[in-house]
């Protein structure tokens, strides 16, 4: 068969083959079309939330681009209309305005052809070498629209309507890994670790003799690691360090019920005695703490985690890599053996971290596995923070199905096929033990997840995830204008970030594209419907 050899916007070669030929049930034949897509519902869906790798949706990007623009312009126009025009006909007829507008566009399209000339092809089946792929019609276009209002989500004054959206796309990315995001359901995790190590030795501070918490120190009971029950103040320096991650989180309202001290009088009383008004090194030096307290996770960990170690002053060496298996997953046994030297070394753990999707070799750590070593370790009286980084693989939670239940046999099951095409979009699930270890993210502490990875969108959208909403307070940093008494509550204080854009508002308006695909396509199974889109 003869065939054609074109350029691609990178450069290189490429093989379009002949078109028209090899009908396959009246549909022309190519790389594509090996088996007739029109009847495949999986298939029409993902078409319709893509450009497509030869821009085939380009008419449908392009229309909501125009209307994008249009509403801008009139909001504009509507705000004070009787102001008139600022720039007149008259100015933009000059010469002036011309020349520069003419600069603007030749800038503009050379610039875009730079960028399609030498830019990665993510969009691009042929392209596979990189986890990203191509980025959803659904999400640029909300990245679009949110970057002509220029909101800055740090306080509500600056975003009123951005700030919302990333309230709601961060409640749906937990209620996506498991957690529980409404407050009236008992017994469950809501889903809003240096700091919180170091807040028993800061609330010491506080009570020991005429400090202000002074009159608590003999009567206010605290669980240890292995449940033993102690007074507060009778605790050892291993004890404060190993204390549960629930009973430190408790201890702020247990003080509120059981002596009436109030959230204002603590907080203001802990900005004295807290790791982050004294530092890390005062309190290591006060309680004499000489082996530095460390991270665990795979070897295969991201790069970030020595990087915000170095940052966060618990120093890069104190991220200890442990060794992966055959599979490249975190070897348990390892653990366990670096775990036990912890507890002979009487040498606290802040954290141990299963990588759900490690970024060079996809490997899902046994979350599981991890879980149980705390509980077994915890008898030991070693207690630590289990976090998923699910950066990568934190989307996949959304092909778990619904009713899902570990061990049950049906799990091995291959799903449906979505109507009556004959594959041509692969609804593949996942092995049993990583579905599993995915389902498992609803019992650890806290995970991130990175909606620019398995999202499909843009860059520099981020999620961290707490099971218990508590949890942030501990990082919390507020100033006048984002913390108000009485106003609507500003996420902003809750980061590190003094400032940052509506780069949320992209995932909250994907997210609200594919309930509303999902209604119908009905009776469509969720999980499939976002499978097929990890495997477009």
Known sequence: ?????????????????????????????????????????????????????????????????????????????????????????????????????????????????LLGRHSVPWWSPRYAAHMCMDMSMPSLLGYFMTMLYNPNNVSIEASPLTMVAEIEAGQQICEMLGYNIKSDVKNAPVGWARNLKFYPLALRNAVKDFG?????????????????????????????????????????????????????????????????????????????????????????????????????????????????????????????????????????????????????????????????????????????????????????ASTIPEDFKPGDPKNAEPPVQTGKGDGFVPDASLRVDTQEDIYAMRFADSITVDPHKAGYIPYPAGSLCYRDERMRFLITWTSPYISRAGAFESIGIYGVEGRYGGCPFPPWLQQIDLVVANQELQPCPRFLLIAALVWA
């Open 212 to 396: 202000p918490l002074s009159f608590i120190g003999s009567t206010f009971v605290l669980e240890t690691a292995n449940g033993t029950q102690k007074r507060f103040k009778d605790l050892s320096k291993w004890e404060l360090l190993n204390l549960k991650v629930t009973t430190v989180l408790e201890i702020p309202d247990r003080l509120s019920v059981e002596y009436g001290i109030s959230a204002a009088f603590l907080q203001d009383t802990m900005k004295k005695y807290g790791i982050q008004s004294v530092g890390l090194g005062s309190l290591e030096h006060q309680y004499d703490i000489e082996k530095p307290i460390q991270y665990m996770l795979a070897s295969t960990r991201h790069y970030s985690w020595p990087k915000s170690a170095a940052i966060a002053g618990i120093g890069s060496a104190n991220v200890v890599g442990i060794a992966p298996d055959f599979e490249a997953r975190l070897d348990l046994g390892d653990l366990d053996k670096r775990l036990q030297e912890s507890v002979d070394a009487q040498q606290a753990v802040y954290a141990v971290v299963a990588i759900i999707g490690s970024t060079e070799e996809g490997a899902v750590d046994s979350l599981r596995g991890v879980l149980e070593l705390r509980k077994k370790y915890q008898d030991k009286g070693l207690s630590f923070v289990v976090h998923a980084d699910a950066a990568w693989g934190g989307y996949f």
């Open 1 to 113: 068969m003869a065939k054609d050899t074109v350029k691609n916007a990178g450069g290189a070669a490429q093989d379009t083959g002949d078109t028209a030929k090899n009908a396959v049930n009246g549909v022309a034949s190519n790389i594509y079309t090996t088996k007739a897509p029109e009847d495949d519902e999986s298939h029409q869906m993902i078409s319709s939330l893509f450009l497509g790798p030869h821009a085939e949706n380009y008419e449908y990007f392009k229309k909501n681009v125009i209307s994008i623009l249009e509403i801008t312009r009139d909001a504009r126009r509507n705000y004070f209309p009787e102001d008139g025009r600022f720039i007149s006909k008259k100015v933009q007829a000059s010469k002036k305005f011309g020349d520069t507008t003419d600069k603007i566009g030749n800038a503009v399209k050379k610039a875009a052809e």
